[in-house]
């Protein structure tokens, strides 16, 4: 056996609480294991156990046994277990020890003493497993959060170890860097003999190549097997943890009836727009055409413009060049969603909206004030941004005093907000954590209380900075579910930006697509989404649904639907029809 | 992505080649002579050395002249401070009270104080503009400085643009729910703006060091106590004779102004006293 849990335990120094408890794993040579579970459930820590830093560097308390290629890991220390065991960590800024491509893939090699011929065949070695040859001679900061995820990757590779885990390498990267990360991994797995252990959230990325599938809650594993069949027997029970599935399973789990009574079938569902193609043609011959709904169909918008953006240009210190010309309406009551790859403009144009960042060319009137003449806290008292890290955006000593933060700064009567704060901590799902100390929240939690923060003074338009940043399916579904009811019931005009497509494609109902400080896509989700699909290089903000759609009509479907609710709609209808 | 405004700047010159121990022996003997020199004519002829370096080694006047532009108010309080603070009443000058004369010592402590600071700063921004970080780390192990402690220095400004970014996002997420950090007001209002600020920093600080620390564990560092450097940092003839030339220059100047025999080029206050005063 490559990998050897048995009875694992362990807590954190100066905790009361278990994070494992009794994990038993048990992992072959070769294998392609994907980790999923809750934010909380003990995922990273399982990893981090695996290569020594726990207990190591970490310390606390760890009881049981891990075996990795025969090294037991409480007798070998990490500098040892590093050369079996390769790490990716989930942020791609923070794990960079040099300054270049080269030097930091030369790294490990070079702390093992390894002779320099064999360390330059080393990192040609890795970066053509990567496919990233061309970036040997570039600077870390040059690179985009993609590319930095792969040079995390061939750095790994680097030391030639025979286990690799990668801890949510793509929960802080776009779309297409995700994508193109999933395929080095697919690529590495037929080229070597590497085991690859993988903790995600983002199912559809790597559950297709998968052999097993792990899912972990509450310190346990809950289900451990062949990721159809995991999926299959947890249909029920695995959204309320906070795991959801591959989005073309759960296309062909309501197709077949699995998700509402015992179902028997086989559970072969498929994990892919790929797989999908060839079970839907074998299932339901049809003659999909993707009908058209013109429900779809760039609707006029009503409601006062909220948001008008006019040329707008930006440049940093510097000399880069954020925004290069944007125009934007927004009306009262939309829900826009905003995708992009990293550093295509999307954060720096929300500043603007709050007027923390001010135009240097064109104009940006935002409830009819202009940002350039208006100070900032009186803007912000009616445009809550929510940022994307939780723990920078926390500043009180309690929950409490969070909350009441932003209404003390603007000077809001006491009194008025003690109501509201009652009701916010409740739509929250914070009651009875008033006296925390917010920064020891989990990160579920924190991003709940930021939302809270900016609830409670009621502002007109919400603006979130990747709202999913670090949260699972539950959390992230809470926090757009709340966000869906204030658009709905209170008009509030929501804006966020997101590398989840399958999630903005279910809420949000027109989206911006942002490529080099323009806006380059302007219109309804199931609209803008489909003329992505004509583009390649644009097709990874595509959800699968929609992918499977286009490739069951030849590329010849306008406007296929985004979301399973939508593509079921679809198919009954052309069952029936 | 921004580029740093003091970090390496690739460019063909001698300078570059340059050993960055030769480099930072430069550092410190032009830095050691604008504190030891306080005649403003000595100054001015550091000062211009040093910025001819940095034009010989191709750095560009405006890149030289723009990475100043941060620290220009610094340099406003540095040059007209002395001013005010040599007024009468203020300060008690023996050799001449007469105001004018106490505001013309004030200019010209003022002037000084700029040239000194701008001589170092400029010094330290070509040694950094000219100087791979990587390689003044390598070249410092084989003075036989451990390694770990030179890839200290490496962390450290591996780390400043993310801390910035951080800095950033703190100052914003305030910005966004209200804080004004115009109108801090009162002591108790700037003592909770620092709480505000500095409390956050830090966790993520801490939060990037723990990343940096199991990345850095996870690739032997610190596994054995010498490790392969990829690339050669060699000393040149050109290094040896570029040192010794600036070690026997630098020690004359020292010898020179210890023993009192450092001509007077120029003395700014005696001018102007003999241009206001040529009676006395």
Known sequence: MCIKTENLWYKYPRSENWV????????SPGEFVCIAGPSGC?????????NGVIPHALGGVMEGKVTVDSLNTKQYDIHELSMTVGLVQQDPENQFRTLTVRDEIAFGPENLLIPKHEIMERIAWSLKMVNAEHLVDREMRELSGGEKQRVALAAALSMKPKVLILDEPTSNIDPKGATEL???LRDIRSKTDLTIIVVEHRLDLFLWMSERFVVMNEGKILYDGPPRSVLHHGHDLLPRIGVRPPQIFELFSHLCGC????CNCPSHHPLSPEEGVEALRQQMPLNFRCVCDS?????????DIVVQVDGLTYEYPGGFRALNGIDLKVRRGEFVGIVGNNGSGKTTFLLHLVGILKPQGGKVVVFDMDIRNTPISTIARRVGMMFQYPSQQLFEDSVREEILFAPKNFGMDSNAISERFKEVLRVSDLEGLEDRYPQSLSVGQMKRLNLASILIYDPDLIILDEPFFGQDYGHAKKVMDLLANLNREEGKTVLITSHHVVELAEYAKRLLLFEGGRIIEDGSTRHVMNSMMEREEKQFFCTPVCRLAHLLSGHTAPDAPTTVKDMLSVLMEEKSG | MIAPRYTYMSAHSKFHDLNPISKALWLLCVSVLAVLVSDIAWLSLVFLYVFATGLLARLGLRRLLGAMKPLRPLIIILLFSPTFMLLPGLRDLSFDSS???LLVEGVAYGITLTLRFSCLIYAALVFMMTTKLKDFVYAMTKLGVPYRYGFMLITIFRLIPSFEMDANNVRYAQMARGLRLDKTGNLKKYVNFIKYTVKPLLISSLRRGLVLATSMDSACFGAYEKRTYLDDVTISRTDIAFSSILLLITVLI????????LP???????????FFFPSG
Request: glycine content about 8%; proline content about 2%.
């Open chain 1, 42 to 50: 003990g995922k990273s820590t399982l990893l981090y156990c695996l």
């Open chain 2, 99 to 101: 105001p004018v004369m």
């Open chain 2, 264 to 274: 007077v080029l120029f003395n700014f206050s005696e001018t102007i006293r003999r």
């Open chain 1, 20 to 27: 494992l408890r009794d994990i038993n794993l048990t992992v």
């Open chain 1, 259 to 262: 998700d509402n009574a015992k």
């Open chain 1, 182 to 184: 999933a395929w080095n």
């Open chain 2, 254 to 261: 020292i010898y020179a102004s210890f023993a009192g025999r």
């Open chain 1, 295 to 303: 429900a779809h169909q760039g609707r006029a918008r009503k409601g």
